[in-house]
Nanobody, 116 residues
């Protein structure tokens, strides 16, 4: 079974930065796309950023210009660099990967809390 493990969450003040990591048990080449989602209390899970096998990226309007998604194929790792964090960014962040066989996989989530 494919496993994804997130890390890097924590408690920071508004304006500070965090870098999330997602380590996969398989080569990133097995995934057609990878993405970061987040879910805040009382809200639906939303797509934050995604990156395709071809390297194309896309971001939610709320984070565009502040967050950067990237990957390191040699380390089987995807990253989310989060700068200029805001209290509204507070959520559990989840790593997601779409395999080439069209099966979607999820990590366990990592908590990000931004104080005002």
């Amino acid at each position: 079974q494919v496993q994804l493990v997130e890390s890097g969450g924590g408690l920071v003040q508004a304006g500070e930065s965090l870098r999330l990591s997602c380590v996969t048990s398989e080569s990133i080449s097995w995934f057609a796309a990878m993405a970061w989602y987040r879910q805040a209390p009382g809200k639906q899970r939303e797509l934050v950023a995604e990156i395709t096998s071809g390297g194309s990226t896309d971001y939610a309007v709320s984070v565009k210009g502040r967050f950067t998604i990237s990957r390191d194929n040699a380390k089987n790792t995807m990253y989310l660099q989060m700068n200029t964090l805001k209290p509204d960014d507070t959520a559990v962040y989840y790593c997601s990967a779409l395999a080439v066989n069209d099966v979607d996989y999820w990590g366990q989530g990592t908590q990000v809390t931004v104080s005002s």
